[in-house]
C-alpha cells in the first residue's frame, strides 16, 4: 500500500502546544473504523474435530490416530462458515492411552503442527469413554475392571467411585498437563471427568471424594492454560474455579435449542430452561471475566432451519441471549448455515469475544535523541468478553536504514467491553536522528509477531498499523 493511500485512511487532528524542541506539536490521530468481519485468536467460530479446510463427516469424539486426513487445505473458511481461528478436538482416552502410561503424545504433537500451519490454536478434550462399546475406555482398563457397563447412569460405563480409575485416568491427565500446560498453541482445554464423550453426566452423583481426586488431576496440572467446565454439577464447578490457578471459563452444549425435546419434557428448553438459571445457580455470571465462554450448537444450523423451522427473529434472540453470557466462542459441528442467515451471523461476529478500535492515538511530532516518547491511547472494545492472553501493545519506529520495536507494559487482558485508556512511553535510544514512521500492533511477546487485527483501517501488509510521522533531532 502506497504511503499516500495509508494517511488517507486516517483522520488527522493537528493540536499546536508550546513545547521545549523546536517545531514540536502534539499529533492526534483519530483511525477510521472498519465494519468488516476480523479472525482473531481465541474468538469465533471453530472447527470441530478437523481443521479448516477439512471437510470429513460429524463424528462425536476421535478415536482414529492417523492423521494424515487432517490438514491438506489452507481455505480460510470451511464447508461454508466462517473463517476460524480455533480446531476444538475431543479425543478417546484410549487413544492417548492405549497402553497403561504408554501415552501417544505424538499424536497430540501433531495436531499441534498442523494447528500451527493453519494458523489455528487447540481446544482440547480428552474424553474417558464415549458410550458405545467401540468406543469405549483403554482395552487394558475394561479388561481391569470388568464387563459390567451399567451403573448408577447409562451415562456411566465403568464405576467412577472405582478408585483406579480416578488413578488411571487423573495420571494420564496429570502427564498431559505436565507436558502442555502453557502451551502456546494450546488455546484451552475442556475438563473432563465422567459420561459419554466426557460431558459429565452423572457428576452430580460421584461422591465428594470421587469428584475431587478427578478434579485435582486438572487443578494441579494446569497452571496457566485456561481450564474450560461444563456446567454441570454445582459442587464440581465450585470446586474447580475455588481450587484452581489457571483461569477457568465454561462451556456448554446445545445452544439453540428453544424447543428441540420440549414435548417429551413437559416444555422444558435449555434456552429457557437451563442457561439463564444455571448460570446464576452456579455463580458463573461473573466467570467470563476470568476466562473464556464457549457454546456448542444443538443439532446443526440445518437442524435449525428445516427441521425446527427458526424464524430469523429467533435466531436473533439465539444471538443476543449468548452475547448476554459473553461468548468468545461457537463450535457449529463444522456444519454450514443457510445463507439467508449470513447477515445476522456476521453481526454475531462482530460481536463475539474482543473487538478492539483504537479510537485516539496522540505523540509528539518531534523527540529529541536518546530522550523518552511519551504517547496516549483510547481503546473501545465492541465485543462482549476481554482477550485472554496477555498480547502486548507494542510500538515501532522505522524508516529504510532503521528499525525498533518497544514492548509496553498495557495488559490488555483487562480490557473489558467498553472504553479503555492506556497511556504510557517508550525510550527509542540509539536512534540517529531522522524521520521515521510511528507504527503500532499487538504482538505475541515470544515473536514479535502481529497477532490481533484491530477494528481500524490502515493495515499494512505485515500487520503494523500506521500512525503517522516522527522526527528524531539531536537538538
Not at 18 to 46: C, H, S, W, Y
Not at 141 to 150: A, Q, T
Amino acid at each position: 500500500m502506497k504511503k499516500k493511500n495509508i494517511y488517507a485512511c486516517f483522520l488527522l487532528i493537528i493540536a499546536f502546544f508550546i513545547e521545549p524542541a523546536a517545531g514540536q506539536k502534539t499529533i492526534v490521530i483519530r483511525p477510521l473504523e472498519t465494519d468488516e468481519v476480523l479472525v482473531n485468536p481465541g474468538i469465533g467460530f471453530t472447527s470441530f474435530q478437523m481443521f479448516k479446510g477439512d471437510h470429513f463427516p460429524f463424528h462425536d469424539v476421535l478415536n482414529e490416530v492417523s492423521l494424515d486426513q487432517f490438514g491438506k487445505n489452507n481455505h480460510a473458511s470451511m464447508n461454508g462458515l466462517p473463517a476460524t481461528s480455533i480446531a476444538y478436538f475431543r479425543i478417546q482416552w484410549s487413544v492417548i492411552e492405549p497402553e497403561p502410561a504408554k501415552y501417544r503424545w505424538d499424536f497430540i504433537d501433531g495436531l499441534i503442527d498442523i494447528a500451527q500451519r493453519q494458523r489455528q490454536t487447540l481446544m482440547l478434550r480428552i474424553s474417558p469413554w464415549k458410550g458405545e462399546p467401540e468406543l469405549d475406555v483403554p482395552l487394558w482398563f475394561r479388561e481391569m475392571v470388568g464387563p459390567l457397563r451399567k451403573f448408577a447412569t447409562e451415562k456411566w460405563v465403568i464405576n467412577p467411585e472405582d478408585p483406579r480409575y480416578s488413578e488411571y485416568f487423573g495420571d494420564m491427565i496429570r502427564a498431559f498437563g505436565k507436558r502442555y500446560d502453557g502451551h502456546p498453541t494450546i488455546e484451552a482445554v475442556d475438563v473432563s471427568i465422567v459420561g459419554n464423550a466426557g460431558e459429565g453426566g452423572g457428576t452430580e452423583l460421584l461422591t465428594d471424594k470421587t469428584m475431587q481426586d478427578l478434579t485435582d488431576a486438572y487443578t494441579e496440572s494446569f497452571h496457566k492454560t485456561p481450564l474450560l467446565t461444563l456446567i454441570h454439577g454445582k459442587k464440581h464447578v465450585s470446586y474447580l474455579r475455588s481450587h484452581s490457578d489457571a483461569p477457568v471459563g465454561w462451556r456448554q452444549d446445545c445452544l439453540g435449542d428453544l424447543g428441540f425435546w420440549a414435548k417429551e419434557q413437559n416444555g422444558w428448553t435449555h434456552m429457557f430452561d437451563y442457561y439463564p438459571q444455571t448460570i446464576i445457580e452456579y455463580g458463573m455470571e461473573e466467570a467470563w471475566l476470568e476466562g473464556p465462554v464457549s457454546f456448542e450448537i444443538c443439532g446443526f444450523f440445518d437442524t435449525w432451519d428445516r427441521e425446527q423451522k427458526y424464524s430469523d427473529k429467533q435466531v436473533q434472540y439465539i444471538i443476543d441471549q449468548s452475547l448476554k453470557w459473553h461468548i468468545s466462542s461457537f463450535n457449529a459441528k463444522s456444519a454450514s448455515y443457510p445463507e439467508k442467515w449470513k447477515p445476522l451471523i456476521d453481526e454475531w461476529l462482530k460481536k463475539m469475544g474482543y473487538r478492539f478500535v483504537l479510537r485516539k492515538f496522540s505523540y509528539p511530532s518531534v523527540i529529541r535523541k536518546n530522550s523518552k516518547l511519551s504517547f496516549e491511547t483510547w481503546w473501545e472494545n465492541k465485543g462482549v468478553a476481554p482477550c485472554y492472553k496477555n498480547y502486548e501493545l507494542a510500538i515501532r519506529i522505522k524508516n529504510g536504514q532503521h528499525s525498533e520495536t518497544f514492548r509496553t507494559d498495557a495488559n490488555i487482558k483487562k480490557w473489558l467491553p467498553g472504553d479503555n485508556i492506556f497511556n504510557s512511553s517508550v525510550f527509542p535510544q540509539g536512534l540517529p536522528e531522522g524521520e521515521y514512521d510511528l507504527q503500532l500492533a499487538l504482538i505475541d511477546k515470544n515473536t514479535y509477531e502481529p497477532k490481533i487485527s484491530l477494528a481500524i483501517e490502515g493495515r499494512l501488509p505485515d500487520g503494523w498499523y500506521q500512525m503517522g510521522r516522527i522526527s528524531i533531532q539531536d537538538k
